[in-house]
């Protein structure tokens, strides 16, 4: 069935490094990848998302990179800040008429000062 | 611009209870989705509906569970005869009518539902 794993489940970082989150998809008629950031107790935030026929998409300190052949996508993000701590959630859209999004299981991402 | 609207925001039930969720999307959305997130982890699909309709509904437990989203108003989630399990945030998202961004899913602020 339709899977998205995502790793790692937690990653610390200091203030300024980077950070990478890895996701891997099983449905090849995915076509729309969004990122979502989810602070404790709030909503998921759409920070960024990619589209099948983009290998690459940008937006300050987040970027985002997408591998189709593969089935993998990943984000970026440069000089975090301590405002960066939160789950990480990413997501491929199911294709067809419904575009329901499979979640990957989040990455709690911890950017020490 | 009010973005997705959720109510209530936190709700009550004793098992056996019924629970009823509301969810107003976006202005201009006519896609709207429901999810479930159990405490520490992800959010699971559980259905799709547009106007008056239900497009998915593979992600909705078989019994207990109903979804709608009328003509007029908001639509609601329905859990008949709540059980601990239920306990949960269930979280609603809209998506824009335009088929090019028909993509985009913006999420409201979730109903946390607690079953003593």
């Known amino acids: 069935g339709e899977n998205v794993e995502q790793h790692p489940s937690t990653l610390s970082v200091q203030e300024g490094d980077s950070a990478v989150i890895k996701c891997t998809y099983s449905?090849?008629?995915?076509?729309?990848f969004p990122w979502y950031k989810q602070e404790l107790g709030k909503r998921p935030q759409l920070i960024i998302d990619i589209r099948s026929n983009v290998g690459e998409k940008k937006d300050q300190r987040i970027a985002v990179t997408l591998n189709k052949t593969a089935k993998h996508f990943s984000l970026h993000i440069t000089e975090t800040q301590p405002e960066d701590s939160a789950v990480y959630f990413c997501?491929?859209?199911?294709?067809?008429?419904?575009?329901?999004?499979?979640f990957g299981t989040g990455t709690l991402l911890a950017v020490q000062p | 611009n009010a973005g997705v609207m959720q109510n209530p925001r936190h709700l009550v039930r004793r098992r056996g209870q019924e629970a009823r969720l509301r969810c107003s999307p976006m202005?201009?959305?006519?896609?709207v989705y429901w999810y479930r997130q159990l405490p520490e982890e992800g959010l699971k699909f559980m259905v799709y509906l547009q106007k008056e309709n239900i497009i998915d509904e593979s992600g909705m437990p078989k019994e207990r569970f109903s979804a709608e989203f009328p003509k007029e108003g908001p639509s609601i989630l329905r859990i008949q005869q709540v059980v601990r399990g239920d306990s949960a945030a269930y979280f609603c998202?809209?998506?824009?009518?335009?088929?090019?961004?028909?993509?985009?899913?913006?999420f409201g602020p979730g109903t946390r539902l607690t079953v003593l």
């Open positions: 998202a809209s998506s824009p009518t335009s088929s090019l961004f028909k993509n985009e899913q913006f």
């Open positions: 997501a491929a859209s199911s294709g067809g008429a419904t575009n329901k999004l499979i």
């Open positions: 202005k201009g959305h006519s896609h």
């Open positions: 449905d090849s008629a995915s076509n729309y």
